[in-house]
């Protein structure tokens, strides 16, 4: 299997290539050179098996020859280890055709630890083989920071340090962060919003020397090994709900495009799904994009589902390779003209193509808090602000027979202010926990400059 890049002016790389370099040094972002296929028969053959399973069958393709067999199943049984939920990612029901996945089980309580758990494990096993050293930076709306310090904190051949911006994060985000004691985990408070920090992630990478110098690895959802990781679990809840047989239905709440983007590679694999529903909160760009074709940014308004206040999507790049027929060149275009006036058009044949497999809503404040009371009303089941974006979104979808599964992002006790405040429920951390509030917290606030975050990186990295 080799990936290509999307802006088609990179090297084509393996798997563990593309999984150790992150962005590919034209600016764009891996994607496999084909989508493997699998078939209804395998499909339903993947009924009943445990999660762990699952995601080897369904990721093993992708990986080429990097990791053997019996290599690569440790690697997930590791990653999954960690989990409070034997199902690792359990469905639940909220209304007659109506299902949540809660994706909140694994150690910080939010869907990123299925990917980064995982890419841990890659990492440590590829490097450990290797001899080499790399330094993992990262940019976080708050969940992804904490889970990847999560996965690599006290690895031998790793530096992580995660770029936040300071005071947009919520306090359990931002302790997940600062409390975890090992050397190699470095948190920076950036005085700017997420898109700074994720405009400055990327510099770095696009700064050859700097890149070079310190083994420059990414995480982020740029990194294409996270958006395989999160594929496995379209399969296995689609499986439960009767595919491939019967159709399935996503909401997505979505940010990055990174979540949703795992959905459309399991549809273009051959998992039957109907619609992939992008549901945002009022950081809406990719619901005005998905409506009008519009690619145009307006600043980010903080809200109270913070790990979607994002206005530049990088992963939606991958879907419009796809959509533009794979042409590098047309999408390096698009990101330029992105770069230089804040915004792109689609253009309308790819416009049609995205609308034939994504639809698209937002959710107000009112309407996320007014969510969140009501499903705790009528189901008992507390949601999260960013799950309950997509609750919303998915309520306003066409009635139909087709089951709808809806992404529960987080778990609220991460989330417990504005929890508290929907539906008058205080969220509690689980057991393991509790003691977060009394942990010291290590964090170092730098500007939002390129020249210094390097500076800050060069001298804390072990050497
Ligand atoms: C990261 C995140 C999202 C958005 O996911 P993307 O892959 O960026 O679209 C949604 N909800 C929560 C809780 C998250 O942490």
């Known amino acids: 299997m080799r990936y290509v890049s999307t802006r088609g002016n990179a090297p084509v790389l393996s798997f563990e290539e593309a999984m150790l370099t992150g962005l590919a040094r034209d600016g764009g972002l891996y994607v496999p050179e084909t989508i493997p296929q699998i078939s209804a028969d395998e499909i339903a053959a993947l009924a009943g098996q445990t999660?762990?399973?699952?995601?080897?069958?369904?990721?093993?393709?992708?990986?080429?020859?990097?990791?053997?067999?019996?290599?690569?199943?440790?690697?997930?049984?590791?990653?999954?280890?960690?989990?409070?939920?034997?199902?690792?990612?359990?469905?639940?029901?909220?209304?007659?055709?109506?299902?949540?996945?809660?994706?909140?089980?694994?150690?910080?309580?939010?869907?990123?630890?299925?990917?980064?758990?995982?890419?841990?494990?890659?990492?440590?096993?590829?490097?450990?083989?290797?001899?080499?050293?790399?330094?993992?930076?990262?940019?976080?709306?708050?969940?992804?920071?904490?889970?990847?310090?999560?996965?690599?904190?006290?690895?031998?051949?790793?530096?992580?340090?995660?770029?936040?911006?300071?005071?947009?994060?919520?306090?359990?985000?931002?302790?997940?962060?600062?409390?975890p004691s090992e050397d190699n985990v470095h948190a920076l408070a950036v005085d700017g919003d997420f898109d700074d920090c994720q405009a400055k992630l990327k510099d770095m990478f696009n700064h050859f020397e700097f890149r070079d110098a310190v083994g420059l690895a990414g995480v982020n959802s740029i990194n294409w090994a996270r958006v395989l990781a999160q594929v496995v679990y379209y399969f296995t809840s689609a499986v439960s709900l009767g595919a491939p047989q019967r159709k399935v239905s996503f909401t997505v709440p979505t940010g990055n495009f990174g979540d949703i983007f795992a959905g459309y590679i399991a549809k273009r694999m051959g998992l039957p799904i109907d619609k992939l529903v992008v549901a945002t909160n009022q950081n809406d760009i990719l619901h005005r994009a998905l409506s009008s074709g519009g690619y145009v940014t307006q600043g980010v308004t903080p809200s109270i589902s913070p790990s979607m206040d994002i206005q530049v999507s990088s992963n939606f790049e991958r879907a419009l390779f796809d959509v533009y027929d794979r042409d590098g060149a047309a999408v390096a275009q698009q990101m330029d003209e992105l770069k230089q006036t804040g915004g792109f058009q689609i253009s309308q044949g790819a416009l049609q193509r995205l609308q034939d497999i994504f639809a698209s809503g937002r959710a107000s404040e009112e309407e996320t808090s007014a969510t969140i009371a009501r499903a705790f009303a009528e189901t008992g089941e507390v949601l999260c602000p960013h799950s309950a974006v997509g609750v919303k979104v998915a309520g306003e979808q066409p009635v139909s027979a087709t089951p709808m599964i809806t992404l529960a992002t987080a778990h609220p006790a991460k989330f417990p202010a504005a929890v508290e405040a929907a539906c008058g429920v205080h969220p509690p951390l689980p057991n393991r926990m509790a003691d977060l509030y009394e942990r010291s917290e290590r964090v170092t606030r730098v500007p939002n400059d390129l020249a210094a975050i390097e500076d800050i990186i060069h001298e804390r990295r072990a050497h």
Do not use: C
């Not at 999660?51 to 990791?67: K, N, S």
């Not at 708050?142 to 995660?162: Q, W, Y």
């Open 51 to 179: 999660y762990e399973e699952a995601a080897f069958r369904i990721m093993r393709p992708f990986i080429g020859d990097a990791f053997t067999d019996a290599e690569f199943r440790a690697i997930i049984d590791r990653a999954y280890a960690g989990f409070h939920h034997a199902a690792r990612a359990p469905l639940v029901q909220l209304a007659p055709n109506h299902f949540l996945l809660e994706l909140f089980h694994g150690p910080t309580l939010a869907f990123k630890d299925f990917a980064m758990q995982l890419i841990g494990q890659l990492f440590q096993a590829a490097l450990s083989r290797s001899g080499k050293r790399v330094t993992i930076v990262g940019a976080t709306s708050g969940d992804t920071g904490s889970a990847a310090i999560e996965a690599f904190r006290g690895l031998s051949n790793v530096d992580v340090f995660i770029l936040f911006p300071h005071g947009r994060v919520s306090e359990v985000q931002r302790r997940q962060m600062t409390t």
